[in-house]
Structures are given as structure tokens and as C-alpha cells.
């Protein structure tokens, strides 16, 4: 089963980067803090999939675009983090469609080879 919220040192082994480094992308990005859900007693964050995946995108940003942090922030601040979250929403979406359309398929499979059994059974009777 999915977690539904990850710590700082999980998201930053999923992302291959210091836990450092994510602490950083958080204080230098301030959209990004502000979605960032904390621990009932306050003691550590808890990370959504939104935020990973706006963690994925800084990374991006940083390592494909060369754009420096500040840029980066710049992008967030003007609409880019609506911009990722909504991307995300829209591909777990498109997952959950595409799951669902499998899961058909291979139950139709299941009856299809059935039916052939049947009738391979009804033609060794004739």
C-alpha cells in the first residue's frame, strides 16, 4: 500500500537528492513551504504526492532548464505550482483510467477462455 504522506528523508531518497537539499528548495521557495502539511505534534513535515511532484519539477527545472533558484522560485510564485499540481492530478487521473480499463480487459480475457474451454468441451462430445 501507498503511503499518503512521506518525510523529508523519504522524499529525498526518492528524488536521489540530501535531505539538505530539500530543505532548501523549501526555504527558497516559499509557494512550496506553504502546501507543506506538518506532523500532528509539530515535529517533522509530511509530504503529499503534490509535493513531491513539485519537488520533481524544482529538480528539473535546476538540472534540465540550468534556471537558478531564484528563477525557479520566480516560476512558482508566478502559477507554476498550480501549474505541476494540476499536471499531477491530471496524470493520477489518467493512471487510475487507465488501471481501470486493464483490469476490464483482463476479466474479458478471463470469460473469453472460458467460453472457448466450453465449447472445446461441446465439441469433443459431437
Not at 74 to 88: A, H, M, R, T, W
Amino acid at each position: 500500500m501507498e503511503k499518503a504522506y512521506l518525510r523529508r528523508a523519504e522524499v529525498a531518497k526518492l528524488l536521489g537528492v540530501p535531505a539538505s537539499t530539500i530543505k532548501h528548495w523549501e526555504r527558497s521557495i516559499t509557494t512550496i513551504d506553504k502546501n507543506i502539511r506538518r506532523s500532528a505534534n509539530g515535529g517533522y513535515r509530511l509530504y503529499t504526492k503534490e509535493n513531491i511532484a513539485c519537488f520533481e519539477e524544482v529538480q528539473r527545472l535546476l538540472s534540465e532548464k540550468r534556471l537558478s533558484i531564484k528563477e525557479v522560485a520566480d516560476y512558482f510564485n508566478q502559477g507554476g505550482l498550480k501549474e505541476v499540481i494540476s499536471s499531477n492530478n491530471k496524470n493520477d487521473r489518467d493512471k487510475e483510467k487507465t488501471k481501470t480499463e486493464l483490469e476490464q480487459k483482463m476479466k474479458l480475457k478471463v470469460e473469453l477462455e472460458e467460453a472457448i474451454e466450453r465449447l472445446e468441451q461441446l465439441k469433443a462430445l459431437l
